[in-house]
């Protein structure tokens, strides 16, 4: 069964940083696609950033110049580089991998942007 779990949320200052993690309990290369997407409260599900098709990315308007979504194939890892964070980031993040077998969610960690 493949596992998903992120790490490295918390509660950060407006204009701060933040670096999510990810770790897959097997190689990266099992998911056909991986990506970060969050959930604020009475929102729905948005994308933040994605891995498509190998090493292409995208990521969200709201996000674009402000995060990196990057990837270590070695340490079965994918990352989230949040900078000039701002309020409206604030929500649940979660990290997924989609795969033949279907899609993998992780359990989410909460990211708090507020003075």
């Known amino acids: 069964q493949v596992q998903l779990v992120e790490s490295g949320g918390g509660l950060v200052q407006p204009g701060g940083s933040l670096r999510l993690s990810c770790v897959a309990s097997?190689?990266?290369?099992?998911?056909?696609?991986m990506g970060w997407y969050r959930q604020a409260p009475g929102k729905q599900r948005e994308l933040v950033a994605a891995f498509i098709g190998g090493s292409t990315t995208i990521y969200g308007d709201s996000v674009k110049g402000r995060f990196t979504i990057s990837r270590d194939d070695a340490e079965n890892t994918m990352y989230l580089q949040m900078n000039n964070l701002k309020p409206e980031d604030t929500a649940v993040y979660y990290c997924?991998?989609?795969?033949?077998?279907?899609?993998?969610w992780g359990q989410g960690t909460q990211v708090t942007v507020s003075s």
């Open positions: 097997g190689s990266l290369y099992s998911f056909t696609g």
């Open positions: 997924l991998g989609s795969s033949r077998n279907g899609d993998y």
